[in-house]
């Protein structure tokens, strides 16, 4: 049912993903901070089109900070964010919002507005003097509300929902945008895990149908399941990039999280598995002899 409904968004998709195989997203030497201190420093990253990539990395350790400076919320000191080849800050901001869109972490909709209001302004970067609001928006509209199953709750005010239908009105409104470029911040925040597979789900098919698609997540597992290119951070700083495959190994997540753990082979799918090691419940035999070096 997702597919039909993301094949009928996908008609009135913008965005121009450029040559196949180049970068939707790249950060040139970005330093980026809050105040006098400095998050990110020097980092070079680039995006592959066509693909899911999902930022992982110890707590504060700048994934936040990184999406916002790559959707133009945060301005670098120094470096450049390039959007399909263009510098995004010499671009309109409505231009942007035609080829990008974001769902922040933990985003807040004003008093009493309705979620199909909501959803509704996922559209006005398509308004304009000459373009007001049609008949093809509210079909737009309607088929976002649908994929992320919150159609009964179109009359409903934001602030009276649950944190996990309120995490899927927000998604419903990005997908309303109808950009082929989506940054997702956290997008499985306040969902039990059952709500959670369904959003990644819904993302798989959103990438299945073409996007490009940047999350950041905390959960290492679904992070590996879900994504075709990981970017491991750590300190500010880019630790690895690749595929799951290539990336996650004991070693890595010892020198990234200071988590010790084996990698297995996914019983029911085709990337690694992590299982961390603590100090109960864990067979002596699988406590590895040494940690490993930082």
Same mark, same amino acid.
């Given at each position: 049912?997702a597919?039909?409904?993301?094949?009928?968004?996908?008609?009135?998709?913008d965005?121009?993903?450029g040559?196949?195989?180049?970068?939707?997203?790249?950060?040139?030497?970005?330093?980026?901070?809050?105040?006098?201190?400095?998050?990110i420093?020097g980092?070079?990253?680039?995006?592959?089109?066509?693909?899911?990539?999902t930022?992982?990395?110890?707590?504060?350790?700048?994934?936040?900070?990184?999406?916002?400076?790559l959707?133009?919320l945060?301005?670098?000191?120094?470096?450049?964010?390039?959007?399909d080849?263009?510098?995004?800050d010499?671009l309109?901001t409505?231009?942007?919002?035609?080829?990008?869109?974001?769902?922040?972490?933990?985003?807040?909709?004003?008093?009493?507005?309705?979620?199909?209001?909501?959803?509704?302004?996922?559209?006005?970067?398509?308004?304009?003097?000459?373009?007001?609001?049609?008949?093809?928006?509210?079909?737009?509209?309607?088929?976002?509300?649908?994929?992320?199953g919150?159609?009964?709750?179109?009359?409903?005010?934001?602030?009276?929902?649950?944190g996990?239908?309120?995490?899927?009105?927000?998604?419903s409104?990005?997908?309303?945008?109808?950009?082929?470029?989506?940054?997702?911040?956290?997008?499985?925040?306040?969902?039990?895990l059952?709500?959670a597979i369904?959003?990644?789900?819904?993302?798989?098919?959103?990438?299945?149908?073409g996007?490009? /698609?940047?999350?950041v997540?905390?959960?290492?597992?679904l992070?590996?399941?879900?994504?075709?290119n990981l970017?491991?951070?750590?300190?500010?700083?880019?630790?690895?990039?690749?595929?799951?495959?290539?990336?996650?190994?004991?070693?890595?997540?010892y020198?990234?999280?200071?988590?010790?753990?084996? /990698?297995?082979?996914?019983?029911?799918g085709?990337?690694?598995?992590?299982?961390?090691?603590?100090?109960?419940?864990?067979r002596?035999d699988?406590?590895?002899?040494?940690?490993?070096?930082?």
């Amino acid at each position: 049912m997702a597919a039909q409904f993301i094949t009928e968004i996908d008609s009135g998709v913008d965005g121009g993903p450029g040559a196949e195989g180049e970068p939707r997203l790249t950060a040139r030497g970005v330093s980026v901070g809050y105040g006098d201190r400095t998050v990110i420093d020097g980092l070079d990253v680039a995006i592959p089109p066509g693909v899911i990539t999902t930022i992982i990395g110890p707590n504060g350790c700048g994934k936040s900070t990184l999406l916002r400076t790559l959707t133009r919320l945060l301005k670098p000191s120094k470096g450049a964010i390039v959007l399909d080849g263009q510098d995004i800050d010499k671009l309109r901001t409505r231009d942007v919002a035609k080829k990008l869109g974001l769902l922040p972490q933990a985003p807040v909709a004003p008093d009493g507005l309705t979620v199909a209001d909501l959803v509704a302004r996922g559209r006005h970067p398509h308004q304009s003097w000459l373009r007001q609001w049609s008949s093809d928006d509210a079909g737009v509209v309607e088929r976002a509300l649908a994929m992320t199953g919150v159609a009964d709750l179109a009359a409903r005010p934001v602030d009276s929902l649950s944190g996990g239908q309120r995490q899927r009105v927000w998604i419903s409104m990005t997908l309303a945008q109808g950009t082929d470029l989506l940054l997702l911040d956290e997008p499985t925040t306040y969902l039990d895990l059952a709500h959670a597979i369904d959003v990644l789900d819904l993302v798989d098919d959103l990438h299945e149908s073409g996007r490009t /698609v940047v999350m950041v997540l905390h959960d290492l597992n679904l992070a590996t399941r879900y994504s075709d290119n990981l970017i491991v951070m750590k300190e500010g700083s880019v630790l690895a990039q690749g595929h799951p495959r290539e990336v996650i190994t004991a070693e890595l997540l010892y020198e990234a999280f200071g988590l010790t753990a084996r /990698v297995i082979d996914d019983p029911v799918g085709d990337r690694p598995l992590i299982v961390p090691i603590g100090r109960a419940h864990v067979r002596l035999d699988q406590i590895p002899a040494k940690e490993f070096s930082s």
